[in-house]
């Protein structure tokens, strides 16, 4: 089946830096993937929807100066988290639906990435 | 999208059938009924997907109502790595890169030894 990889599985980052979380698609191409936030023993909320070649799109609540996205290329998706703090520490999720047309095509889930945030 | 209602938590037993239920009642016709299940400190899994009709994959079994107003996902021979949280999701057929998923909080599937 398809792969979506997500690097770094795992950070550990000072209160005000930044951290780059990567999303690749492996084996397929990609025109969109989507940005999950998953805190302990909830459920994932989808934070954003990357858009290759234009801007990413936020759910209502997200901050998009602090959860920058860039989509440069048909199998990557970068989030940032600028300024990071303690209360962004969680599970980051990304997906991606394969970009072929019709519907009902399944979501590609990458393995996560925990960051914590001293 | 349609809202789904799912118990919060599940046992089963190792070997026996493991089956979640799912109430979709707001379903409309062009939604499908999605289920994906997240182990543990990983990514969600797709697991199998329906419209109507039943349907079976190597992985599960899912029975969707006449009225399509419920499911079941079966899940025939339980084992322990199948202890998970299980997420019901309806969705509409807009092409899948519009597809944005919203999980629910899931039904926590505990299978025992």
């Known amino acids: 089946g398809a792969v979506v990889s997500q690097h770094p599985s795992w950070v550990i980052c000072k209160s005000g830096t930044s951290v780059k979380i990567e999303c690749r698609s492996l084996?397929?191409?990609?025109?969109?993937m989507f940005w999950y936030r998953q805190f302990p023993k909830q459920s994932l909320m989808l934070m954003a929807t990357s858009n290759e070649g234009s801007k990413a799109t936020y759910e209502q609540g997200v901050e998009k100066d602090k959860f920058l996205i860039n989509h440069a290329s048909l199998t990557l998706s970068t989030l940032t988290v600028t300024s990071a703090h303690p209360e962004d520490s969680s599970f980051y999720i990304c997906?991606?639906?394969?970009?072929?047309?019709?519907?009902?095509?399944?979501?590609?889930f990458g393995p996560g990435t925990r960051l914590t945030v001293l | 999208d349609a809202k789904t209602t799912q118990p919060p938590s599940m046992d089963c037993a190792e070997g026996r059938a493991a089956n979640l239920p799912c109430n979709h009642s707001?379903?409309?016709?062009?939604?499908?009924v999605y289920w994906y299940r997240q182990i543990h400190s990983q990514g969600p899994q797709y697991i199998i997907h329906g419209l109507k009709n039943n349907e079976t994959n190597e992985m599960a079994s899912l029975i969707i109502t006449e009225d399509r107003k419920s499911s079941t996902l079966i899940l025939p021979h339980a084992t322990l790595r199948d202890t998970a949280v299980y997420y019901c999701?309806?969705?509409?057929?807009?092409?899948?890169?519009?597809?944005?998923?919203?999980f629910g909080t899931g039904t926590l599937l505990a299978v025992q030894p």
């Open positions: 997906s991606a639906p394969p970009w072929r047309t019709g519907s009902t095509d399944t979501q590609y």
């Open positions: 084996d397929f191409q990609a025109t969109t």
């Open positions: 999701i309806a969705l509409a057929d807009y092409g899948g890169a519009t597809n944005k998923l919203i």
């Open positions: 707001t379903i409309s016709g062009n939604e499908y």
